[in-house]
């Protein structure tokens, strides 16, 4: 069983949209989520973190938790075209270090 | 601020030989991370140093190595390359390898063995 699983995709939403991402995670003891988006042949940048449960807003993204469910998810508003790119969700556990990556999940926003 | 730098872009070798991957962390950053993303794999943890201790290593043979530097830089070294080798390598930094730190990461290193 994976450690971090996100459906690959392509997800494919219109402009304007909302798109939902989903992440699982297989391992109770982790304590912080991450957010990176990956354009292709880039390398990863952080759009959000997420340490509690409930919702964190910034801007135009929203990440949720639900520890009880093993759940995170990262909802982009308005979506827009140069939003089209792969989302990797990552989760570190209590003692520090490394941090797990789902396989991404490719997102499409068509104009 | 200059984030994480790495060298070189791009690396070809042949199978057997070895490879060295070079990454500065952001400055006042004294954890390094290293990550492999092969083709279809994902990104893969492979090393953490801090303090110019190794901390964490994942699931890779012993032919992956490193070191950090008193100047908290890094080096990778990869022998004995294999095909399968072929990837592009990360680099990260975060300020103290807290497990709600922020990890930033490099351009990457893409390196194909041939």
């Known amino acids: 069983q994976k450690e971090v699983e996100q459906n690959s995709g392509p997800l494919s939403v219109p402009e304007g949209a909302i798109a939902s991402l989903n992440c699982t995670y297989s391992?109770?003891?982790?304590?912080?989520f991450f957010w990176y988006r990956q354009y292709s042949g880039k390398s990863p940048e952080l759009i959000m973190f997420?340490?509690?449960?409930g919702d964190k807003e910034d801007g135009r993204f929203t990440a949720q938790l639900n520890k009880a469910s093993q759940y995170v998810s990262l909802l982009i508003r308005d979506s827009q075209p140069s939003d089209s790119a792969t989302y990797l969700c990552?989760?570190?556990?209590?003692?520090?270090?490394?941090?797990?990556f789902g396989q991404g999940t490719e997102l499409s926003v068509k104009p | 601020e200059a984030g994480v730098t790495q060298s070189p872009t791009h690396l070809i070798k042949t199978r057997g030989q070895q490879a060295t991957l070079r990454c500065s962390p952001i400055?006042?950053?004294?954890?390094v991370y290293w990550y492999q993303q092969a083709l279809g794999l994902g990104l893969q943890f492979l090393l953490w140093?801090?303090?110019?201790?190794?901390?964490n290593r994942g699931n890779f043979p012993p032919r992956f190595s490193g070191r950090q530097f008193p100047n908290y830089s890094s080096e990778l070294n990869v022998n004995a390359l294999e095909l399968e080798d072929s990837a592009l390598y990360l680099c990260?930094?975060?300020?103290?390898?807290?497990?709600?730190?922020?990890?930033?990461f490099g351009p990457g290193t893409r390196l194909l063995v041939l």
């Open positions: 990260a930094s975060s300020p103290t390898g807290g497990a709600r730190e922020t990890q930033y």
């Open positions: 391992d109770r003891g982790s304590q912080s």
């Open positions: 997420i340490y509690s449960n």
């Open positions: 990552a989760v570190a556990y209590n003692q520090g270090g490394k941090l797990i």
């Open positions: 400055s006042g950053h004294t954890s």
């Open positions: 140093y801090d303090e110019g201790e190794e901390r």
